[in-house]
T-cell receptor
Framework: LAKTTQPISMDSYEGQEVNITCSHNNIATNDYITWYQQFPSQGPRFIIQGYKTKVTNEVASLFIPADRKSSTLSLPRVSLSDTAVYYCLVGYNTDKLIFGTGTRLQVFP | NAGVTQTPKFRILKIGQSMTLQCTQDMNHNYMYWYRQDPGMGLKLIYYSVGAGITDKGEVPNGYNVSRSTTEDFPLRLELAAPSQTSVYFC?????????????FGDGTRLSIL
């Protein structure tokens, strides 16, 4: 049974680097891993996506090991405005995309 | 620059009532989705559509119906509202079905069934 798992919550302080992991067994050979950010009372917003190794954009980095059974979203030097819920989304062979359970990140001053 | 627009933003229904949640997108995306998000939980896919006239079930389709008569619109219908359908409903659209085509989300409809 396909399943995507993330830690329920994480705490950090401003200026620190935050790493959020997502475990995804049975990921399809051609599928990507995509991460979204969600603020209260808003829909999720795309952050970054990748297929393997490392991807970096102006917001975050995404690390994917060779076996692709997990991925790590890295947020450099977080600020209070990064307090949100972060979801990973992975496609499976059934073409039914399954969101992770979400990680609630709380950033403190 | 509207993106995905959902109406209404809030609604309270009585048990057994029916309603339609509206969703429209102006990005000419073929793929559209409906999710529900229960308090403190992740998103679960209700239905999706790969183009006008084509819909398919997601993880939790029971109690809902959809239609897709145009590329822009993807309404979600609740025929007999039940307390278990109290949730926040999100509509999304994308250029493709696979996870490498990012989904664009609306801001949700908060629905309470009393």
């Amino acid at each position: 049974l396909a399943k995507t798992t993330q830690p329920i919550s994480m705490d950090s302080y401003e200026g620190q680097e935050v790493n959020i992991t997502c475990s995804h067994n049975n990921i399809a050979t051609n599928d990507y891993i995509t991460w979204y950010q969600q603020f209260p009372s808003q829909g999720p917003r795309f952050i970054i996506q990748g297929y393997k190794t490392k991807v970096t954009n102006e917001v975050a980095s995404l690390f994917i090991p060779a076996d692709r059974k997990s991925s790590t979203l890295s947020l450099p030097r977080v600020s209070l405005s990064d307090t949100a819920v972060y979801y990973c989304l992975v496609g499976y062979n059934t073409d039914k995309l399954i969101f992770g359970t979400g990680t609630r990140l709380q950033v403190f001053p | 620059n509207a993106g995905v627009t959902q109406t209404p933003k809030f609604r309270i229904l009585k048990i057994g009532q029916s309603m339609t949640l509206q969703c429209t997108q102006d990005m000419n995306h073929n793929y559209m989705y409906w999710y529900r998000q229960d308090p403190g939980m992740g998103l679960k896919l209700i239905y999706y559509s790969v183009g006008a006239g084509i819909t398919d079930k997601g993880e939790v389709p029971n109690g809902y119906n959809v239609s897709r008569s145009t590329t822009e619109d993807f309404p979600l219908r609740l025929e007999l509202a039940a307390p278990s359908q109290t949730s926040v409903y999100f509509c999304a659209s994308s250029t493709g079905l696979k996870s490498n085509q990012p989904q664009h989300f609306g801001d949700g409809t908060r629905l309470s069934i009393l």
